[in-house]
């Protein structure tokens, strides 16, 4: 069973960084892991997921409008890993992260990100 573990968020003041980690497991090797997208999400309590950044097999990196220029997603297949790097980070950021891949599989525990002076 494939699963995801979240790790890397915190509490951090406007301005800062972090740079979230995702271990994906249950994939027979990293090439079988290469051969999905990945995707990192938020949540804020009391509202549905939102994509926040994904990475094609291919290569190619896709933000969504409020991400681009200030998160850069990023992969090891051969350790079956993801990361969000997360610059400039302000108080709307403060939510939930996930990973998963396209299509998605089951959801993990996500990391807290929380962004306050």
């Known amino acids: 069973q494939v699963q995801f573990a979240e790790s890397g968020g915190g509490l951090v003041q406007p301005g800062e960084s972090l740079r979230l980690s995702c271990k994906a497991s249950?994939?027979?090797?990293?090439?079988?892991?290469?051969?999905?997208?990945v995707r990192w999400y938020r949540q804020v309590p009391g509202e549905a997921r939102e994509s926040v950044a994904q990475?094609?097999?291919?290569?190619?990196?896709v933000y969504s409008d409020s991400f681009k220029g200030r998160f850069a997603i990023s992969r090891d297949n051969g350790k079956r890993q993801v990361y969000l790097q997360m610059n400039n980070l302000q108080s709307e950021d403060t939510a939930v992260y996930y990973c998963n891949t396209w299509p998605n599989k089951s959801w993990g525990q996500g990391t807290q990100v929380t962004v306050s002076s």
């Open positions: 249950g994939f027979a090797s990293g090439f079988a892991f290469s051969l999905y997208e």
């Open positions: 990475l094609t097999v291919s290569g190619t990196s």
